[in-house]
């Protein structure tokens, strides 16, 4: 799916066009009425001053996320709280986000933006914010407005005109890789499995000039990559590895590695998972969506890096050829591990495309996305991702991009005390660790497959679905991780 929004750029009219919005600024004195844009002033005179008794009779002070609508003879009004002012970036864009909800609350199909600033951050941002809230995934709908939801047509006029596009432009390759990670998020896992997940990566190659490289099970098995297999081979459902590829940078220039778990669905092997609420593990494959959303949003525009992209697609099932607690497995790195509990698989599958990232491609740097652990949920809420690394430069490069984009995330420790609760009577390690710590745990597992080279993961467990609906992200996948990741290659990554 993609937008519902419709947008275009037009220069400023002589005088407004109706339906139109315009923005309100809040004075800051609660005893003063909000101040009008300059376009909301010539709104409220073509309307014989109808905005100036409105904002009098009612209590809207211009608020950010507030709206007021003014019925005049030549149409509607809406006028747009813009708080005191807002900055280009986050600001701005949920602005964005607000001006689509303000459509849909006005039932409006078609309406003018009028901007009075020339600022191409900020129209762009605001066209960027009001395009990704306006995301719906109605594919399985097959009747009523769910099934053909509302397409509307937003034109934003400023003194830019048309030339806004060419800033919205970048913002539109930003948006399409966040829809396609939103997209793989919300199919299900009949529809969308290791091998379909895989062939929708190949797409990309047309799309947007990505090199792809599917692996099959026979492919991974001769690499050695048993560790992965070991939680597919449950499943009727075969593994694949997809290698997405984007050479924007200069030739030899070491790549940056994303790295992402693709759990197709997780029902957590024969250490089985309740029934209340399996169906959300078929957004188990976050990671992944992630990872292939940032590539489609880095080749779109073009970014000037060489950057790879991996993931790992399984299916995690019970069954009689399915891993048992207990199972000794050798790793692609030679390392064994102890499988005690078959729920923890997504650390299994990442140990080894992060094993296959250093002996094929000598990485820079290598930075994992991951649904991993319910206990990231538990430390850090839906507020914020957990950022575990071995580097502090990365670290805070990651901690950068995600105050940059609005997708947070918040370092978590690693340290021996905790690698050490891994040891195994059997194997070089166990797959968990005790009760508690289990994303730091789950972090150091990974770090023992990272052989020394800058490293960050990202556990999104809390992240790659929400409940409730933020101003430019709807409820449901949110396709976290792509806007922070391309921000991060860049901020120079
Ligand atoms: N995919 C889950 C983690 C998860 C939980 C993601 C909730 C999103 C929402 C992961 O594979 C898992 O099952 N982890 C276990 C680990 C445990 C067995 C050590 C968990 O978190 O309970
Ligand atoms: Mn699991
Ligand atoms: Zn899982």
């Not at 919205?168 to 199919?187: P, Q, T």
């Not at 950057?307 to 995690?316: K, R, S, T, W």
């Not at 290598?366 to 990365?394: C, Q």
């Not at 195994?424 to 789950?442: E, L, Q, V, Y």
Request: net charge neutral; proline share 4%; with cysteine.
């Amino acid at each position: 799916m993609t937008s519902t929004l419709d947008l275009s750029f037009a220069p400023q009219p002589t005088k407004p066009a109706f339906p139109m919005l315009a923005f309100a600024f809040a004075s800051g004195d609660d005893k003063k009425p909000p101040i009008l844009s300059e376009s909301a002033i010539q709104a409220d005179a073509a309307c014989g001053g109808a905005i100036t008794q409105a904002i009098k009779d009612t209590e809207f002070k211009a608020s950010a996320g507030s709206s007021l609508t003014v019925r005049c003879a030549d149409g509607a009004v809406v006028i747009i709280g813009a708080g005191k002012a807002f900055t280009p970036g986050k600001e701005a864009e949920d602005i964005g986000g607000h001006i689509t909800a303000a459509l849909a609350k006005n039932s409006l199909i078609k309406a003018t933006l009028m901007i009075d600033s020339d600022d191409a951050a900020i129209i762009s941002g605001i066209g960027l914010g009001a395009v990704l809230a306006a995301y719906k995934f109605s594919h399985y709908f097959t009747k009523g407005d769910k099934a053909k939801p509302k397409q509307r047509k937003l034109t934003i006029t400023s003194p830019l005109g048309r030339k806004a596009l060419t800033a919205f432009k970048a913002e539109k390759e930003l948006a399409e890789g966040v829809f396609l990670a939103r997209d793989l998020v919300y199919e299900p896992a009949n529809m969308l499995y290791p091998e379909s997940f895989a062939k929708r990566c190949k797409m990309l190659e047309n799309e947007c000039g990505l090199k792809v490289e599917v692996l099959d099970e026979k492919a991974m098995k001769k690499e050695g990559m048993d560790l992965l297999l070991s939680v597919g081979q449950g499943s009727t459902k075969k593994s694949q590895m997809v290698i997405m590829r984007w050479d924007g940078g200069k030739k030899g220039e070491k790549p940056l590695a994303l790295i992402g778990k693709g759990v197709c669905f997780d029902t957590g092997g024969i250490s089985i998972k309740p029934a209340g609420g399996m169906e959300d593990m078929k957004w188990d494959m976050g990671g992944a969506a992630a990872v292939t959303g940032a590539m489609r949003s880095i080749a779109g525009r073009k970014l000037k890096r060489n950057v790879i992209g991996l993931i790992g697609l399984v299916e995690n099932m019970p069954d009689g050829n399915a891993t048992r607690p207990g199972d000794v497995v050798k790793s692609m790195s030679g390392q064994t591990v102890e499988i005690i509990n078959t729920d923890a698989e997504g650390r299994l599958v990442l140990a080894d495309v992060l094993t296959y990232t250093l002996r094929h491609f000598e990485p820079e740097k290598m930075v994992n996305l991951a649904t991993l652990t319910g206990a990231i949920i538990v430390s850090l809420g839906k507020e914020h991702a957990g950022l575990f690394s071995n580097d502090d430069d990365l670290s805070g490069a990651i901690t950068a991009a995600g105050l940059d984009t609005g997708e947070k995330a918040w370092r978590m420790p690693l340290g021996k005390d905790y690698d050490d609760l891994l040891k195994s009577h059997i194997a070089d390690m166990k797959n968990i660790g005790g009760r508690w710590a289990g994303s730091i745990t789950a972090a150091c597992f990974l770090e023992r497959f990272v052989e020394g080279v800058p490293w960050a993961h990202i556990d999104i467990a809390g992240m790659a679905w929400a409940d409730k609906s933020r101003p430019t992200v709807p409820s449901g996948g949110t396709g976290y991780g792509v806007r922070l990741l391309t921000r991060f290659v860049e901020n120079g990554a």
